[in-house]
């Protein structure tokens, strides 16, 4: 624990505009990507209200088809490329990542701007991309509609999303690296928070899959802009291959989305719970199987595009394997609460909505999994419902999980507790409101990607873009108590989970450098059973 | 307890008592600590690059075991005699490349001024040639597009072959020019005097990356060059 605090913190050593655009600070970096990625986030979620507005009757009164294919192509684009990739490693990672290895930076600060750089003029382009006509290709891009029937802006957004791919590439070397070589003296790779084994492995994804989802939608590009044949079918090329290409990136970035805020969910359970995480070894491999199995699983995409039986097999077998290391996470954190001194403050609860969601995205993943089922709910709303729930249901709900807990160290400032577990438990209701109903008209045969349905399913869609409404309004509630917090909360001190692990050890704010003295390491990450249990 | 002079805003001010490399960084505790993470990156940053040419190679692969006649047609259009003189070029700036980076590790400035200089002019050679070989596919209209003319039935097969040509050797050219920017820097700075046996990793480091560029070339000449040549010159 701290003697004395130190007034000089890294919010004020320098309070001028240039300061922030030119910070190295890993813990300023990490607020200039929460600014462009809630700036993401609210466009995402007005191209989605729009689709739910259109979808509220079943005649295409509201937009027509043009219009609709746009929006979903747009909230798809803002939401995967610009919040659920960066939201938690570029923002939280970023913060708590040299924090926890008792690290005055990461390894390259330069190269870590310079992340934030890219990844702006990455949106600048796909933003640009928007307000000059919009793309309609969906967020996959798929050929050959995207490289010859679509008349949208498919260069421009292609060239977004390549851009950003760079900032997400040059991420995971920073993080990498970091793990590595910045670790505090006595901290051995079994010391390690979960949070940072999650990193390291979706740094592992980051570095491995990213480039090659650049060099695919490049190819996209140029064939669409020079006339290069790559996946035109009238000279030989095959469209499937791009699929493949696409989604040997795009579903590992599934586990970019997901891993980080399962990282998050074991720091904040073993805090709440006061307990060390059951199985931390586990836990931690389980993080690395996932990034590999991920790159093993992506044809189960591609299971009604024409690929071989044989190899939809295989890829069928590999992603029930993928299944096996995420149910163990999900077992050890049940094992983590029980017999635990469970403290219900408001990061638990966000842990419990991501629980109970990521438990129904993962279950009905095996559905989408299994060959036979897969051919009925291919492309219908089923899958839309399934993939919501891994990405809205457990990045989002880990993100703000992880976002009330470490709120305190970020700002110095506590939020209202009961503000918090309202906006939590509004955000369960509003998102199973929103998209359970779609699990059931998706069994039923609703196709997705269209803007009129047939009137048998008016009443699940309404219920549908109901539950849209109330889900926005648990976003909204975050953002007024924090704000509110920020001026006008009651200061955290540095600990006030009374939690373990470097980044409580220093003061809220933290200084400009992280410690006033370097920290040594010489117990596990989480040794609650050491330490008093205070839970008000 | 810190106080407020103590705490620099950024990682390069020098308010430490204690003498220092000035190429040390702050936020690392030691110099060996900075260059092995330096190195590390170096090479994580060059597995990202394998990633970002192994998308074109894997649409190569597929796509030659599927038009084997138009790959060996189209392969035997392209200049081979240009094709094998860049790839000597490209070989002896990699040795001129080891040579700066041994003399920078030596100490020895002119050295490594020397051999960067060549190493520039070698990287030179190899673009102005490629320049006259793009030339030479406008001429014959082999380059994909509207325009594009290739004699013989696998004509729509060979536009994928020569799509892949301009592909990879312009990802590769493209690296090139990245890389001489890299070393117009590095001769810069040892031109500068800042290199020492202390301290030469960005030399090391802008040497890998070279040695890269030239391993990719000798991966992409016999996989568009030679491929398949030997079985119709007999």
Known sequence: MLATESPVNYLNVNTSVASWLFTK????????????????????????????????????????????????????????????IPVVPAILGNFVLPLMLGAKDVAFPKLNLLSWYVFVIGFTFTIAAMVTGGVDTGWTFYPPYSTDGSNSNVVLAGLGVFITGFSSILTGLNFMVTIHRMRAPGLTWFRLPLFVWALYSTSLVMVLGTPVVAITVAMIAVERAFGLGFFDPRLGGDPVLFQHLFWFYSHPAVYIMILPPMGMISEVIACFSRKNVFGYSFVAFSSLAIAIFGFLVWAHHLFVAGISPYSAMVFSFLTYAVAVPSAVKTFNWTATLYRGAIWLKAPMIWVFGFLGLFLIGGLTGLFTAALGIDIHIHDTYFVVAHFHYIMVGGAIMGYFAGLHYYWPKITGRMYSDGAAKAAAMLVFAGFNMTFFPQFILGYLGMPRRYHMYPPEFAALNILSSAGATVLGLGYLLPMMYFTYSLFKGAKAGPNPWRATGLEWQTQSPPLPHNFAVQPVVTEGAYEYSKREIKVA | MPDAAAIHAGDDGHGHEHVHHPAHQHHFQTMEQQAEASTLGMWVFLITEVMFFGGLLMAYLIYRVWYPEAWSEGSQELNIILGGFNTVVL??????????VRAAQTGWRKGTIVFLILTMMLGLTFLVVKVFEYKEKFETGHVPGPNFHFEGPFGPQAEIFFSLYFALTGLHALHMIIGFGILSVILWMAWRNKFSPQWYTPVELSGLYWHFVDIVWIFLFPLLY???RAHNVV
């Open chain 2, 91 to 100: 070989i002896g700036s990699s040795l001129t490349m080891a040579l700066a």
């Open chain 2, 226 to 228: 030679l491929v398949d």
């Open chain 1, 25 to 84: 600070d890993h813990k300023r970096i990490a607020i200039l990507y929460m600014v462009v990625v809630t700036i993401a986030f609210i466009l995402g979620a007005i191209f989605a209200a729009g689709i739910r507005l259109e979808l509220a009757t079943p005649e295409g009164d509201l937009v027509s088809s043009d219009t609709y294919n746009k929006l979903f192509t747009m909230h798809g684009v803002a939401m995967v490329f610009f919040v659920l």
